[in-house]
């Protein structure tokens, strides 16, 4: 079975500062893998996602991740934070045969202080 | 857009009570899912449905049903309502597509607190 790791549940930095949200995966056959957002008392929405081709893929409101297969990660950046960033970020990962299920971490919070 | 559509954004039941949830999306997903988010505990699986008529059970199942009759609708049903069930309710659809699976989209969510 294949489970996800966010390795933070809280990220405060002040507006205009990079920030990365870490996700550490582990499974024993291929996955996809998903970056989503959550604002305050709404679903969840896609930011990225990495299917196959380039490990490095960019996705809305200028998230990019990186997939590194040998260290299991797909840890999410920006360059610079705005404070409509503060939300939940969920990291999630589907088996390529699991016929869509995906397995999601716990979220980290991220809050974006002026 | 897709579209996937909960009934309600809040709900006040009280315990022993028969709940349902409703969920549609609007783009003929063969996939739907009901998830549950706490704090602390992110998305946690309650079942799967593939296809109509068709369920899976996910990771916490006890305490709810489903039903799928049409593909378009998926129901979560909460046969005898208990305090522990008090959460955010996540309905989400998505389509695999020859090899490749979708990402998920979800609805709004339903709050739901039984009291």
């Known amino acids: 079975a294949q489970s996800v790791t966010q390795l933070d549940s809280q990220v405060p930095v002040f507006e205009e500062a990079p920030v990365e949200l870490r996700c550490n995966y582990s499974s024993s056959v291929s996955v996809y893998l998903f970056w989503y957002v959550q604002y305050p008392n709404q679903g969840l929405q896609l930011l990225l996602k990495y299917l196959s081709g380039s490990t490095l893929v960019k996705g809305i409101n200028g998230f990019e991740a990186e997939f590194n297969k040998s260290q299991t990660s797909f840890h999410l950046r920006k360059p610079s934070v705005h404070i409509s960033d503060t939300a939940e970020y969920f990291c999630?990962?589907?088996?390529?045969?699991?016929?869509?299920?995906?397995?999601f971490g716990d979220g980290t919070t991220l809050t974006v202080k002026p | 857009d897709v579209k996937v559509t909960q009934s309600s954004r809040y709900l006040v039941k009280r315990t022993g009570e028969k709940v349902f949830l409703e969920c549609v999306q609007d783009?003929?997903?063969?996939?739907m899912f009901w998830y549950r988010q706490d704090p602390g505990l992110g998305l946690r699986l309650i079942y799967f449905?593939?296809?109509?008529?068709?369920?899976e059970k996910g990771d916490i199942p006890e305490g709810y049903s489903v039903s799928r009759e049409k593909k378009e609708r998926f129901s979560l049903i909460l046969e005898s309502a208990s305090t522990n069930q008090t959460s955010m309710y996540l309905c989400?659809?998505?389509?695999?597509?020859?090899?490749?699976?979708?990402?998920?989209?979800f609805g709004q969510g339903t709050r739901l607190t039984v009291v």
């Open positions: 989400a659809s998505s389509s695999p597509r020859g090899w490749r699976n979708t990402e998920a989209f």
């Open positions: 449905s593939y296809d109509v008529k068709m369920k």
């Open positions: 783009m003929d997903h063969e996939n």
């Open positions: 999630a990962v589907t088996l390529f045969t699991n016929a869509g299920k995906s397995t």
